[in-house]
């Protein structure tokens, strides 16, 4: 934690209070949250566009660019064989926090996007042929459907949906009929970043593995908000992005289960992934150098890596259970309000709330919004299906982090009732 | 930043709430839809040209109340004017927005449309202004479509 704050115990780390959240102690290591936004207290209820980045995150890549820094595997010198061993311990870092078995099954991308990329292009070519279908769910974020329609364009094969009831909650009574023969790969949301469902993922992974069907599950959304265990769900490949998780952009990862990643060919080629070059052949090395060409994000790997410590430092679950509680009374301030519509109410949800507003329209709620202070994201959240699977051009969104708290809510709810006022 | 409630006049939200010339004609000699990929606002805009002269004009579509006030009260100010006209209000009207028109120094032909003047002062939404205007530039070159990006 940031060296000018005394709440910290031995190692560093923000103690939990009673069972909840220290969130004053946790709000001190954000410099964003305590600055001035429009002469006012930030209110920032935006965590799922992308998470703020706490002090040591900052340290630790400041320390690293200062002190530590060349390229990674690369030549015999100390430096470089030290920023090898940090950018490697962040890889195993992330092993531990997904529970991968190996840290050879989690790859570095620039993000959730480049890594649905890399499956659809590397996996996807190599397995998808014309006729055969891709199946998806109906509340997937544009980076899990486009790679895919890309694949299915040159392949000749074709996209299939999994329905979702008014709630927002997949409907799975057919999905046995909905895997056919020709269903090659399943990619699925964990938790929406319109809705904030959490999906049932190890559920419809069993019904897939069933029928011999691998599934790619997009973990941006949840990752911030539960424990992941990629060997518990069976997951295929999972994928997350660094910058949802209090760490910085530009820096992503695949987790792919061994056996397939070895089966895949190379995606991008270049330095680093080559075991040999000639003019007339190239081999590679294993993983998961394989999917690494050139050089890596080595400072925000890093970052993510201690994105990872200072999470675990607070407890993910702990963190989950406190959201929950922001969940709930956030909930039930804003459905209060006249004339304000939840937009996904499934049963399990993560921090994620969107909601319409009679007859104003979510820019507007979002521009007024934000000269009070208070961040959120209005618009189709880079999923068009979902708005019009809802009946909504578009939403406002407010999402919660760890560091949020019930004031927060309370600054939103009063903005939503100025919003109100100017609207008539 | 300026106080949006500088923006969210009476006229801009009565012309939101009640827009003008709202649907689409057909038969139409210009047609063009606009869309902003970044929030989805989407806007169509019909025209029937005659002898050079905007005869009729409709839009139709959904956005913010900057973006359909600004469709509406376009509407109004280009019925009955020669295209060329209704060309250089296009043109004044996006200057007014990027801040590069002063309305109240330099010579336009914007009338009320100077109202929408504060949205220099919010750049996320100068695109919501600028959508309908950049579909009747389209419709009135002859192109189907139009983006903000």
Redesign the interface.
């Known amino acids: 934690m940031s060296e000018n704050k005394s709440s910290t115990d031995e190692h560093g780390w923000t103690p939990i209070k009673d069972g909840a959240l220290d969130v004053a102690a946790i709000r001190a290591d954000f410099p964003l949250l305590n600055t001035p936004f429009?002469g006012k207290q930030m209110v920032y209820l935006d965590s799922a566009v992308s998470g703020q980045v706490p002090q040591p995150v900052i340290d630790r890549m400041d320390h690293y660019q200062r002190f530590e820094h060349t390229n990674v595997h690369r030549g015999v010198s100390t430096l470089s064989q030290e920023a090898t061993d940090r950018f490697e311990e962040a890889r195993e870092k992330v092993r531990g926090f997904l529970n991968a078995a190996s840290s050879k099954e989690i790859i570095w991308t620039r993000g959730t996007t480049e890594a649905i990329n890399l499956v659809a292009q590397s996996w996807g070519r190599a397995n998808v042929q014309a006729g055969d279908e891709i199946l998806l769910s109906a509340m997937e974020h544009h980076a899990n459907i486009v790679p895919w329609q890309m694949l299915a364009q040159e392949r000749g094969a074709k996209i299939c949906v999994i329905p979702m009831n008014d709630a927002g909650e997949l409907i799975l009574d057919d999905l046995d009929t909905l895997i056919t023969p020709r269903t090659k790969i399943i990619g699925l949301i964990h938790v929406s970043n319109v809705l904030g469902t959490i999906n049932p993922v190890k559920e419809i992974i069993a019904k897939a593995h069933a029928k011999g069907v691998p599934v790619l599950v997009d973990g941006a959304q949840s990752v911030p908000h539960m424990t992941v265990d990629v060997q518990d769900l069976d997951a295929d490949f999972f994928v997350f992005s660094g910058h949802k998780l209090s760490g910085p952009t530009g820096i992503g990862v695949l987790y792919g289960k061994k056996a397939l990643l070895e089966k895949m060919p190379p995606w991008h080629g270049g330095g680093s992934m080559i075991l040999s070059v000639s003019w007339e052949k190239t081999t590679y090395i294993g993983l998961p150098g394989k999917f690494e060409a050139g050089t890596p994000a080595i400072t925000q790997a890093i970052g993510l890596g201690a994105a990872i410590d200072y999470l675990q430092g607070i407890g993910v679950d702990n963190i989950a259970a406190y959201e929950h509680e922001l969940l709930n009374y956030a909930t039930e301030q804003l459905s209060k309000i006249e004339g304000l519509r939840i937009i996904g109410n499934a049963r399990k949800k993560a921090s994620v709330v969107s909601f319409v507003l009679d007859?104003?329209?979510?820019?507007?709620v979002g521009?007024?919004l934000?000269?009070d202070g208070v961040v959120v994201r209005?618009?189709?959240h880079c999923a068009?299906p979902v708005?019009k699977r809802m009946g909504v051009?578009?939403t406002t969104r407010a999402s919660f982090a760890y560091y949020n708290t019930r004031e927060d809510v309370d600054a939103l709810v009063g903005g939503i009732l100025k919003v109100k006022g100017?609207?008539? | 930043m300026s106080d949006p409630r500088e923006l969210y006049q009476q006229v801009i939200l009565e012309h939101n709430k009640k827009p003008r010339n709202f649907g689409k004609l057909e038969p139409c000699t210009h047609y063009a839809h606009g869309l902003n990929p970044l929030c989805g606002d989407d806007i169509e805009v019909s025209l029937v040209v005659e002898d050079g002269i905007v005869k009729d004009v409709k839009f139709q579509g959904h956005g913010c109340a900057i973006s359909q006030a600004s469709s509406s009260l376009m509407t109004v100010n280009v019925k009955g004017k020669p295209v060329h006209e209704a060309e250089i209000m296009v043109e004044q009207f996006r200057e007014m927005i990027r801040g590069k028109l002063d309305p109240a120094t330099e010579p336009h032909s914007l009338g009320k449309l100077t109202l929408f003047q504060g949205v220099k002062d919010l750049p996320s939404r100068v695109k919501c202004a600028v959508l309908p205007w950049a579909t009747l530039h389209s419709a009135l070159e002859g192109k189907d479509d139009a983006s903000t990006e």
């Open positions: 429009h007859g104003i329209h979510p820019h507007d521009s007024i934000d000269h209005a618009g189709h068009q708005m051009p578009a100017i609207f008539g």
